[in-house]
T-cell receptor, first 114, second 113 residues
Framework: GAVVSQHPSRVICKSGTSVKIECRSL??????MFWYRQFPKQSLMLMAT?????????EQGVEKDKFLINHASLTLSTLTVTSAHPEDSSFYIC??????????FGQGTRLTVV | LAKTTQPVSMDSYEGQEVNITCSHN???????ITWYQQFPSQGPRFIIQ???TKVTNEVASLFIPADRKSSTLSLPRVSLSDTAVYYC??????????????FGTGTRLLVSP
């Protein structure tokens, strides 16, 4: 299947700093990318959906000024967690798809804010 | 978006066949049914997708009745490495824009020796 690469796989940052997570579709052009967060023993929670070149659509309750999403090209989307706090510690997962295909997921990023 | 309902957990033993059923009563005409597998600290992995009747690949089979209000993922002869969470998603595969992929609670499968 298609490959979606997420980087970094793990990151530890200090409270108040910002962290950027990259999501790349390596062998296909993704018309749509999704960002999820997942807490231990829970399901994936959709944060936002974005099309290339347009603003992301955020789910209710997700602060768009805190979780900045940039979908600059058909192969790259970034999620920036601004002014991170310990409660932002979570597992962040991106997903990418094209028309007429299933979604492919990255390997996830474990964010720990200390 | 069609909501899905799955059992929270299931237990099985190595070598057995496991069937996980998903209910999606308000599935739309254009919706496909897709199953994903997730191991701890990894992103979900695509298993199988179908629209109606039966679909089979090297990993699993997907059974969809005529009314499409439910579907069953069948894993033949499970092994310990099949211990994971399995998610059923329902959504439009063919679309001109984009569609949200919303995960339900999933089914936590535990395979024992």
């Amino acid at each position: 299947g298609a490959v979606v690469s997420q980087h970094p796989s793990r990151v530890i940052c200090k409270s108040g700093t910002s962290v950027k997570i990259e999501c790349r579709s390596l062998d296909f052009q993704a018309t749509t990318m999704f960002w999820y967060r997942q807490f231990p023993k829970q399901s994936l929670m959709l944060m936002a959906t974005s099309n290339e070149g347009s603003k992301a659509t955020y789910e209710q309750g997700v602060e768009k000024d805190k979780f900045l999403i940039n979908h600059a090209s058909l192969t790259l989307s970034t999620l920036t967690v601004t002014s991170a706090h310990p409660e932002d510690s979570s597992f962040y997962i991106c997903s990418a798809r094209t028309l007429n295909t299933e979604a492919f997921f990255g390997q996830g990023t474990r964010l720990t804010v200390v | 978006l069609a909501k899905t309902t799955q059992p929270v957990s299931m237990d099985s033993y190595e070598g057995q066949e496991v069937n996980i059923t998903c209910s999606h009563n308000n599935i739309a005409t254009n919706d496909y049914i897709t199953w994903y597998q997730q191991f701890p600290s990894q992103g979900p992995r695509f298993i199988i997708q179908g629209y109606k009747t039966k679909v089979t690949n090297e990993v699993a089979s997907l059974f969809i009745p005529a009314d499409r209000k439910s579907s069953t993922l069948s894993l033949p002869r499970v092994s310990l490495s099949d211990t994971a969470v399995y998610y059923c998603l329902v959504g439009d595969r063919v679309n001109t824009g984009f569609q949200k992929l919303v995960f339900g609670t999933g089914t936590r499968l535990l395979v024992s020796p």
